[in-house]
T-cell receptor, first 111, second 116 residues
Framework: SAVISQKPSRDICQRGTSLTIQCQVD?????MFWYRQQPGQSLTLIAT?????????ESGFVIDKFPISRPNLTFSTLTVSNMSPEDSSIYLC????????FGQGTRLTVV | AQKITQTQPGMFVQEKEAVTLDCTYD???????LFWYKQPSSGEMIFLIY??????QNATEGRYSLNFQKARKSANLVISASQLGDSAMYFC?????????????FGKGTLLTVNP
């Protein structure tokens, strides 16, 4: 099973600023996934990040708001740009694999 | 139509009793996987158990078992001998394997409370 380290674990940010979330995997993986969980809601996929190509975004999510980097097979970042209180959520990264493991999550509060 | 349906927003169980959390799914893909996750108040997603669509036997992992009824498209999670630490949100999820898209679709979750 993959071990996924995600940071920061939580942050409180001012509206209008940006936050970059990092996801490090202990093994090489082709696909990494970024999910958002709004308060009291289920998880929704933001985008799929493949190494060497642009991320594929789900309906309702755009690159300008959630730019993603995938510089190698073990690392990815998600940036939440120009934040508003509506961006307050838990953001989680996940990797492909039989059992679909997740990072510890980043609990973001925008004030 | 929702792909994953969890009809129980909340469930209560007495410590040491067994509890079943319901999950039904909808797919036309013959190849798929079903997952259950536990999410405590800390927010992390803890993988519990996996069932593949072609698996002949129900999956088991310690106190967790998955009651897989393919014809009914249901994948209920059974937790035996509940413990206070089992109190958490539980999510059912599906991965459809057609087109090699590995993304997960989640249900809305069930909040389980274990009473002493």
């Amino acid at each position: 099973s993959a071990v996924i380290s995600q940071k920061p674990s939580r942050d409180i940010c001012q509206r209008g600023t940006s936050l970059t979330i990092q996801c490090q995997v202990d093994s090489q993986v082709t696909m990494m996934f970024w999910y958002r969980q709004q308060p009291g809601q289920s998880l929704t996929l933001i985008a799929t990040a493949n190494q060497g190509s642009e991320a594929t975004y789900e309906s309702g999510f755009v690159i300008d708001k959630f730019p993603i980097s995938r510089p190698n097979l073990t690392f990815s970042t998600l940036t939440v740009s120009n934040m508003s209180p509506e961006d307050s959520s838990i953001y989680l990264c996940s990797v492909e694999g039989g059992e679909a493991f997740f990072g510890q999550g980043t609990r973001l509060t925008v004030v | 139509a929702q792909k994953i349906t969890q009809t129980q927003p909340g469930m209560f169980v007495q410590e040491k009793e067994a509890v079943t959390l319901d999950c039904t799914y909808d797919t036309s893909d013959p190849s798929y996987g079903l997952f259950w996750y536990k999410q405590p108040s800390s927010g992390e997603m803890i993988f519990l158990i996996y069932q593949g669509s072609y698996d002949q036997q129900n999956a088991t992992e310690g106190r967790y078992s998955l009651n897989f009824q393919k014809a009914r498209k249901s994948a209920n999670l059974v937790i035996s001998a509940s413990q206070l630490g089992d109190s958490a949100m539980y999510f059912c999820a599906m991965r459809e394997l057609r087109g090699s898209n590995y993304k997960l679709t989640f249900g809305k979750g069930t909040l389980l409370t274990v009473n002493p």
